[in-house]
């Protein structure tokens, strides 16, 4: 398929749209640390972005307890909010290619595997309650690499799988696209490398958001 038949784009938000990689891996240590659990390394922790958050400290620390669980997140969420008090920067070329994307006629959705509370948070402070079509996050649909979340995004955008796209930086994404029968796209400037994600054989992988606005555009 060409992506001259593409009509929904989906962007995952951390590390993808929200330069906030550093700050989930920080809010991470912080929360194993007071919840007495050994340190994971930055490279594991990078490993889970993308997951819901329970998902994710599962993922990274199968031993712990449901009420370890609940204490972990707590101590997570206090220091990772405490940190967006300033909200995390966009990266360069995300409003305005989203903008264009927007005047173009996309639908434009958002997948993520942060919880709705904090995903409003964000979309507040960036003024984009209202922006785009529908978004979805992890603790209202199922995690990540389920494709749950992008079958009720095409669903409410009236598409097809096939004329959707999936634009991430974790495995979780790419995973998820494929589970959906979607293509994607993978930047390479978030959580996990390029090469870490050409196994999920994203269609183009960028190393600037802007360069997704050049490749959609030579098909006009």
Known sequence: MSHLDYKLLIFD?????????????????????RSGFDLCSDFAVKGIIGL?????????????????????????????????????????????SLD?????????????????????????????????DITRAADETASKPHPLMLEQIVAHCGVSPRQALMVGDASFDLMMARNAGMDSVAVSYGAQSAEALQRYEPRLTIDHFSELQAWLSRAQ
Request: hydrophobic residues 45%; charged residues 25%.
């Open 13 to 33: 938000w951390d590390g993808t749209l929200a330069n906030s990689i550093g700050r989930i891996v920080e809010s991470m240590h912080v929360a194993s640390t």
């Open 52 to 96: 819901g958050l329970p998902e994710a400290i599962r993922s990274l620390y199968p031993e712990i307890s449901d009420a370890e669980l609940v204490a972990f997140r707590e101590h997570y969420a206090a220091h990772y909010i405490a940190l967006e008090a300033e909200p995390s920067p966009l990266f360069e070329g995300v409003v305005q």
């Open 100 to 132: 264009a994307f927007r005047a173009e006629g996309y639908h434009l959705a958002i997948a993520t595997g942060k919880a709705r509370r904090g995903l409003d948070r964000v979309l507040k402070a960036h003024g984009w309650d209202d922006y785009f």
